[in-house]
């Protein structure tokens, strides 16, 4: 399939295909004329590809995931994959704690300004 129809399919940009085709995420065969070709599996790895970005993982991981993907939800075991999410893992649960400093810090002085001392 062409990359217009890849498009329609998965409801991404070709723009964003071609990034991720960039960062080989997805492959392509080209047709003499240049155009690129995707197999019938693309579709499925696109959707894949955005559920791994929607839970945090950025491009570098995912490469290395999704060899690993049986499907949307579930991973085969794969050599390193299990230490990499934990890392990534890491990673947001600091970024959450910091997330919930701020949103304190940010409610006390909303609440302070609101009810200033008399």
């Known amino acids: 399939m062409l990359i217009g129809e890849l498009s329609r399919r998965t409801g991404v940009s070709e723009r964003l295909l071609r990034h991720y085709e960039r960062t ?33 993982l950025p491009t570098r991981l995912i490469r290395q995931v999704l060899p690993c993907t049986a499907d949307e939800a579930a991973l085969r075991p794969c050599p390193g994959v299990l230490d990499s999410l934990r890392g990534r893992l890491e990673v947001l649960d600091r970024r959450a704690a910091e997330l919930d400093t701020a949103r304190s810090l940010l409610r006390r002085t909303i609440s302070a300004t609101e009810n200033p001392p008399a």
Not at 24 to 41: K, Q, T, W
Not at 46 to 53: D, I, S, W
Request: hydrophobic share 30%; no cysteine; proline share 3%.
């Open 24 to 56: 080989e995420l997805i492959r392509s065969e080209r047709r003499a004329n240049g155009y690129r070709e995707f197999d019938d599996r693309t579709p499925d790895t696109v959707r894949r590809v955005r559920t791994l970005l929607a839970a945090g």
